[in-house]
């Protein structure tokens, strides 16, 4: 078992067992990334309790790691005071059996949860994976990880999964059933209980206790790899505050000469003010051009694209499942954020690499539209969370990465920056990117480490790369030692 700073001020434990390893993070009773001979075969195990908005309920964990017949064991207990309620969780690698993750929530008084129970995320590396799928009847049926998003769940009623080249997993104690979480970024399909279509909020009482237990028995050697994405600098956009207009820069701003864009929406926009944006190189969304499905279109000023955009809130999901007639729009436009599920350092990052295969299935919803990521901001819920996230290695690293991501996505516009911004350090980073708008960007996961991610970038100022350690270890990369979550750039 080995440890080493840097997730969230605390230590990941990384257990081991003959052929098996896997990081467990004692604050959080997370297990991550389960690996079998090198091959990763789970991305996560946890157990959730969601309030009856969907709210995370905060918990506090306590754990102990040893060894027991041949085994490492982990116990642990997390406690959600809010909610008075409890899980104790056991969770055991063994050389020969593989691991088993088991739980045991109780209540000292009913609350009403719309989740609360074991979750599994299997990589989103797995996607175009056959799957022999067991149903709690016994019957069984052949499926597979998506290759493209689905909008809807691609498996119901799971009792065992069987992932060629990949993990065998079975499921105890509930109905599962799983989503493709790269809907709203996350890196990863969940399999989680309860369905979605029984009656919820449901209640949690202190005479039923919740059991659980998931246990993977073999592992894979299907070398599961993440594509390559080479898309081009998209043209950038930068947010007009309520009556700003282009020549509100701040002193001392380098002057930006690409395209704005302003949200009628807001409180504070005045008429003057608007009038004012109306002229070429804006992208004006307008209160009264309500499309279908309470989405938003966009007027765009922009002669190099006419016509009006669709523009989601929420994230790339509610575009996904409420998809527009092919050549309907001009362009479609969704936010990207990378905090929706979860919430943790290592998340923020993990889940920045979707927004590449986001803007694939955005393309094939109309090969003939725009994509627009619109707005890219970091927040969500958990504010406090995100806060100290935001001010923190993760945040500043995500900061970094979102040029270099955006545009080996091959999105056609990015919102990034605010005027106000452009008065700031950021300012000069705007710049640059401004500057290689259309230069191609090239962005590849390394074959000896996954999580060692490259970017090249041929762009007028000449050849330009970055590389990404997305773990919580450190990793050797062009001659130097990255840090957990470290980036650099040349």
């Known amino acids: 078992m080995g440890m080493v700073q840097g997730m969230n001020g605390a230590a990941p434990w990384r257990l081991a067992a003959g052929d098996w390893e896997v990081d467990f993070e004692p604050w959080s009773g997370w297990l991550r990334r389960l690996t079998w001979r090198g091959e990763e075969q789970v991305r996560a195990i946890y157990a959730a309790v969601r309030d009856e908005s969907w709210g995370t309920v905060p918990g506090e964990t306590e754990a102990v790691v040893r060894e027991e017949d041949g085994a490492v064991v982990v116990e642990f207990q997390t ?139 073999t592992g894979g050697t299907g070398a599961f790899r993440a594509p390559e994405f080479i898309g081009r600098v998209p043209r950038w956009l930068v947010r007009l ?84 007639a092919q050549g309907e729009f001009a362009g479609l436009a969704y936010p990207v954020q990378p905090q929706v599920h979860a919430f943790q350092d290592l998340d923020i990052l993990e889940n920045a690499l979707m927004i590449p295969v986001q803007a694939a299935s955005a393309r094939k919803i ?60 950021v300012g000069e980073a705007a710049a640059v990117w401004r500057r290689a708008e259309g230069s191609p960007v090239r962005m590849i996961r390394s074959p000896e480490n996954p999580w060692l991610v490259r970017f090249a970038m041929a762009g007028p100022d000449g050849p330009k790369t970055a590389v990404l350690n997305c773990s919580a270890w450190p990793a050797e990369a062009e001659g130097t030692i990255l840090g957990p979550l470290e980036m650099i750039e040349s």
Not at 144 to 163: C, K, N, S
Not at 371 to 384: D, K, M, N, R, S
Not at 393 to 411: D, Q, Y
Request: hydrophobic residues 40%.
């Open 79 to 217: 406690r959600h005071v809010s909610r008075r309620f409890s899980f104790h969780g056991r969770i055991r690698l063994h050389p020969g059996e593989g691991l088993t993750f088991e739980v045991e929530g109780t209540a000292q008084e009913r609350f009403q949860t719309m989740r609360t129970g074991l979750c599994l995320l299997h990589p989103a590396e797995q996607a175009g994976a056959a799957l022999q799928v067991t149903h709690p009847d016994g019957g069984t049926e052949r499926l597979g990880f998506p290759v493209e998003i689905a909008p809807h769940q691609p498996v119901l009623d799971i009792a065992r999964l069987e992932v060629e080249g990949g993990p065998t997993i079975q499921f105890e104690g509930e109905v599962f059933e799983m989503e493709d979480q790269r809907n709203w970024s996350d890196a990863s399909f969940k399999t989680y209980c309860r369905p979605l279509g029984l009656p919820s909020p449901y209640e949690v009482a202190p005479d039923a206790p919740i059991r659980h237990k998931i246990t993977v028995t």
């Open 241 to 324: 505050a309520p009556g700003q207009s282009p020549d509100d820069l701040p002193e001392g701003s380098i002057p930006w000469r690409g395209l704005f864009y302003a949200d009628f929406r807001e409180p504070g926009w005045t008429a003057p003010a608007i009038s004012r944006l109306d002229q070429a190189g804006t992208v004006i969304r307008d209160p009264e051009g309500l499309a279908p499905d309470g989405a938003w279109a966009a007027r765009v000023t922009d002669g190099r694209t006419p016509g009006d955009w669709l523009i989601r809130d929420g994230n790339f999901t509610e575009l996904n499942r409420n998809r527009p």
């Open 366 to 425: 109309d090969p003939g539209a725009a994509v627009a990521l619109l707005p890219i901001h970091f927040g969500g819920g958990l504010e406090t969370v995100l806060g100290r996230a935001a001010n923190g290695l993760a945040g500043r690293t995500w900061r970094r990465l979102m040029p270099w991501v955006a545009s080996a996505a091959g999105a056609d516009f990015a919102l990034l920056w605010s005027l106000d911004e452009l008065a700031w350090s």
